[in-house]
Each structure stands twice: as C-alpha cells, then as structure tokens.
C-alpha cells in the first residue's frame, strides 16, 4: 500500500506545476508518517534542478513545504492532546498520572525558551521523525502559538536541506532517498531512548513527591 501511495506522488509530480506538488506531497508526507521523510522534497529538489529553477527559488519552495508540514503536525498535536484528556481522566490512576499533572509540565515549560529552541532543533535536524515530536508536544500541552512557530522556523530549515540534497544529487534519486531514509531509524532509535528516559524521570520524580 505504501509502495502505492509512493507511486502516486511521483506520478503527480509529473504534471502538478512545482509548488502545488510541494505544497500536497509535504502534507501528504507529514499525515502519512510512513512516507519517507526526505522523499517528496529530494523528489523535488531534482525536478527542480531538471526545469532549470534557480537555486534562490528553493527556499520559497521550502516555505511552502513548511507551511504545509506545520499544518499537518498541528493535526497530531490536536489528536495527543484530545487523546491525553481522554486516558488520564478514565485511566490516570491507573497508569500514575492525572490531568493535572500533565498540565503542570506544559506550564513549566512555557515559563522558558528552552521548549521552544528544542521543538526548533528536532524540526530542523533531517535524521528526526516530525510526527513523534508533534504527538509529545500534544501530550505536555506546549503552547499552541509558540509550538507552531518554531515548528515552522525548523521545518523550513529541514526543508531546505532536503531540497538541496535533490537538487544536486549525484546518483539516483532513489538511491539518495534510502540512504537518508535509512539515516533516519537512527533517529526514531534516538527518539525512543529520550521517550525511555523521560518516562522513568517523570516517574521518579512523581514518586519522590508522593513519599
């Protein structure tokens, strides 16, 4: 199915004119998390390089993906956050953390930019899947505004990155797009470790304020 979907979205490329493709396939790719975070933007990167675009032109390219992947995280930060309100008030005392508690991480949060430089380095950095950075900020609650914010400024960055890499790739695009692709598990690796140890520190902290 998702070699289906893939298919797709080269097909259209092909007769969409270049910022419609950017703008549908971002999104697509940001809703879809299995699609392969640098294949829409490699894809297009290299059409870019194929109908002559200058290079200038890449970073308005890049906006739009932005603009369209920024929306579709939004679409997981809604769902994490209803999802959130759901479990911890029929199940919060089961798994050990209520409403409230959850809220009170958010509000920690906002009383600093480090949320934010954080959000702006997992948008920006290539190897870091975009839609488990979304759910978590939906769990904690970050602040809409400045959780879209800096999304966007690190989403641009990423996607300037990936359109480059089309744009001058060497190879085969395809070969380009499974070698970042494979770059990235290291990423989802790295995410679930820090997911681990974010666990057992709320955990422990919970704990220590109970005794």
Not at 10 to 19: D, G, K, M, T, V
Request: charged fraction near 15%; hydrophobic fraction near 50%.
């Amino acid at each position: 199915m998702m070699q289906s979907v893939l298919s797709y979205l080269e097909s259209i490329s092909a007769i969409l004119p270049l910022p419609l493709f950017v703008l549908i396939g971002s999104l697509a790719e940001e809703i879809i998390a299995p699609i392969p975070s640098p294949f829409v933007l490699t894809l297009a990167g290299s059409l870019a390089a194929a109908q002559n675009v200058n290079f200038i032109s890449l970073i308005g390219l890049a906006l739009i993906a932005a603009l369209a992947k920024t929306a579709g995280s939004y679409l997981f930060y809604v769902v994490a956050d209803k999802t959130e309100d759901i479990l911890t008030g029929k199940f919060g005392r089961l798994i050990g953390f209520s409403h409230k508690s959850i809220e009170s991480i958010g509000k920690k949060l906002e009383k600093s930019s480090r949320d934010e430089i954080a959000i702006f380095l997992l948008r920006a950095t290539p190897l870091i899947p975009t839609a488990p950075v979304s759910v978590v900020a939906g769990l904690v609650k970050l602040e809409v505004k400045r959780y879209l914010i800096a999304s966007f400024a690190g989403l641009w960055v990423r996607a300037i990155f990936f359109l480059y890499m089309g744009y001058t790739a060497q190879g085969t695009l395809s070969d380009l797009t499974n070698q970042l692709s494979g770059y990235e598990t290291y990423g989802k690796i790295f995410l679930l470790l820090m997911g681990v140890v974010g666990v057992v520190y709320f955990y422990r902290k919970r704990k220590k304020i109970h005794s």
